[in-house]
T-cell receptor, first 115, second 116 residues
Framework: GAGVSQSPSNKVTEKGKDVELRCDPISGHTALYWYRQRLGQGLEFLIY????????KSGLPSDRFSAERTGESVSTLTIQRTQQEDSAVYLC?????????????FGEGSWLTVV | AQSVTQLGSHVSVSEGALVLLRCNYSSSVPPYLFWYVQYPNQGLQLLLK??????LVKGINGFEAEFKKSETSFHLTKPSAHMSDAAEYFC??????????????FGTGTQLKVEL
C-alpha cells in the first residue's frame, strides 16, 4: 500500500481481555517496528523485525506482550490480560532496509483504551 | 545508550515569527538525528534527518535544523510560523539494534502553538 496501515484505529477493551493489533507495512519494506506512545509521553520502542524474525525484543514491557510477523509483511502485536497501564497509542513503522540512516515511516497508530 | 532532551514541552509563537524548537542529544557514536511532526490524530511524519555531510539540513514545510557536534544539539527552526505548523514535534536519535535495525530514541516532544 501507499503507507503503513494499522487496525483497529481505536479499541476499547475490558481489563483482563486479550487484544490483537495489526500492522501492514509499506510494500517491500523489510524492517518493521512497534512503538508505544502513552499520553503526554514520548515514544517507547517495543520490538523490531527484520523479515519474519525479531532480533530485538528488548522493549517489550512484560511477557504479556508478544508480536509476530508473517510473509515478511503483516505483523500482529498481541497483549494478553490487558491492564489499565497498557492504554496507549501503539504505532507501527517500517523502513526499506535496516540501517541507522534509513527513513522510518509510521502508521497512524492504534489507540488502545483499557477500562 | 542514546538519549534525547527536548527543552520546553510547550512553545507558543505568533504567526510570522521565528520558530525555534530545541533538541540536545547524547550519543557515544556519531549520531543520526531526526525530527518528526505529529498533527492531531495522525501518525508521525518525517520533517528532516541528518546522517552525514552538510550540517544544515533542510526539510519539508520550510523547516531546517543544524547539527552542532560541539553543542550536541540539533535545533529545529523555521523563519516564519504559519497556523498550519501547530502540532507536536519530536526529535529522535538513531541507534543500532541487534540484527542491524534502526532504533529511534525519541524526546518527549514539544507542542507548538501558533497564535494570530
Amino acid at each position: 500500500g501507499a503507507g503503513v496501515s494499522q487496525s483497529p484505529s481505536n479499541k476499547v477493551t475490558e481489563k483482563g481481555k486479550d487484544v490483537e493489533l495489526r500492522c501492514d507495512p509499506i510494500s517491500g519494506h523489510t524492517a518493521l517496528y512497534w512503538y508505544r506512545q502513552r499520553l503526554g509521553q514520548g515514544l517507547e520502542f517495543l520490538i523490531y523485525f527484520q523479515g519474519n524474525s525479531a532480533p530485538d525484543k528488548s522493549g517489550l514491557p512484560s511477557d504479556r506482550f508478544s508480536a509476530e510477523r508473517t510473509g515478511e509483511s503483516v505483523s500482529t502485536l498481541t497483549i494478553q490480560r490487558t491492564q489499565q497501564e497498557d492504554s496507549a497509542v501503539y504505532l507501527c513503522a517500517s523502513s526499506l532496509v535496516a540501517g541507522s540512516g534509513n527513513t522510518i515511516y509510521f502508521g497512524e497508530g492504534s489507540w488502545l483504551t483499557v477500562v | 545508550a542514546q538519549s534525547v532532551t527536548q527543552l520546553g514541552s510547550h512553545v507558543s509563537v505568533s504567526e510570522g515569527a521565528l520558530v525555534l524548537l530545541r533538541c540536545n542529544y547524547s550519543s557515544s557514536v556519531p549520531p543520526y538525528l531526526f525530527w518528526y511532526v505529529q498533527y492531531p490524530n495522525q501518525g508521525l511524519q518525517l520533517l528532516l534527518k541528518y546522517t552525514t555531510g552538510a550540517t544544515l539540513v533542510k526539510g519539508i514545510n520550510g523547516f531546517e535544523a543544524e547539527f552542532k557536534k560541539s553543542e550536541t544539539s540539533f535545533h529545529l527552526t523555521k523563519p516564519s510560523a504559519h497556523m498550519s505548523d501547530a502540532a507536536e514535534y519530536f526529535c529522535a536519535v538513531s541507534d543500532i539494534l541487534t540484527g542491524g535495525g534502526n532504533k529511534l530514541t525519541f524526546g518527549t516532544g514539544t507542542q507548538l502553538k501558533v497564535e494570530l
